[in-house]
């Protein structure tokens, strides 16, 4: 289909392992944003592309989370040294507009999330 | 900073009753404001938003949203509730001061619709 695409779904690691997952938005899609969602709770935001730029990674819990979207499509949101409170579903969105002055702005559309389980 | 939120954790209404899922929000400037509906095992799926213009706003399955800046709520409306509507609903909002607005949501209100 032509929906957000994450992988993958489901990623069982060990605490301390390193994790990375995958997200391909739909096609022509400016922007980008990376969510945590802990069970019961509402998504958290992580961080923002539009295009390649990160323009905001203020919610990123910590250095050893890091994210990129390097040729402006498919991003990574890269987990190091995963301890248990990382346990969640990652979810990623995309966006076709560029800016809060357009349109479509705030309509995103989500992947159906990858979960990490830490044990 | 911007923030929202959902102040039921569940609502139970009967098929056939009209519906209201409760947000409010907090930000600096105008806000634009969003609803989100997850069913279950699916991604979150956008209803509607308010941006400029008219309070009342109409989206998809029926679902309206009345903005009101005075008491700073954004309150999601359905005047027939379908057993189908039972779904996991969020609240978000954005300062949309900035072409960097990131978008933040409330804890989520679930929705159940009894027969």
């Known amino acids: 289909g032509a929906g957000v695409s994450q992988s993958p779904r489901y990623k069982v690691a060990k605490r301390g392992q390193d994790v990375a997952l995958r997200c391909d938005p739909i096609s022509g899609h400016v922007s980008l944003f990376w969510y945590q969602q802990a069970l019961g709770q509402g998504p958290e935001f992580l961080t923002y592309?539009?295009?390649?730029?990160?323009?905001?990674k203020s919610g990123l819990p910590s250095d050893r989370f890091f994210a990129e979207r390097p040729e402006g499509s498919v991003s990574t949101l890269k987990i190091q040294r995963t301890q248990q409170e990382d346990s969640a579903v990652y979810l990623c969105?995309?966006?076709?507009?560029?800016?809060?002055?357009?349109?479509?702005?705030?309509?995103?559309?989500f992947g159906e999330g990858s979960r990490l389980t830490v044990l | 900073a911007q923030s929202v939120a959902q102040p039921e954790d569940q609502v139970n209404v009967a098929e056939g009753n009209p519906l209201t899922v409760k947000c409010t929000y907090s930000?600096?400037?105008?806000?634009?404001l969003f609803w989100y509906v997850q069913y279950p095992n699916r991604g979150l799926q956008f209803l509607l938003k308010?941006?400029?213009?008219?309070?009342l706003v109409k989206g998809s399955y029926g679902f309206e949203a009345e903005f009101n800046k005075s008491q700073t709520s954004f309150h999601l409306k359905k005047p027939s509730a379908l057993v189908s509507d039972s779904a996991l609903y969020f609240c978000a909002v954005s300062a949309g001061y900035s072409s960097a607005s990131k978008i933040i949501f409330g804890s989520g209100t679930r929705l159940s619709i009894r027969p």
């Open positions: 969105a995309s966006s076709l507009s560029r800016t809060s002055g357009s349109r479509d702005f705030g309509e995103l559309f």
């Open positions: 930000v600096s400037g105008n806000p634009y």
């Open positions: 308010y941006i400029t213009g008219d309070n």
């Open positions: 592309f539009q295009n390649e730029a990160q323009l905001d």
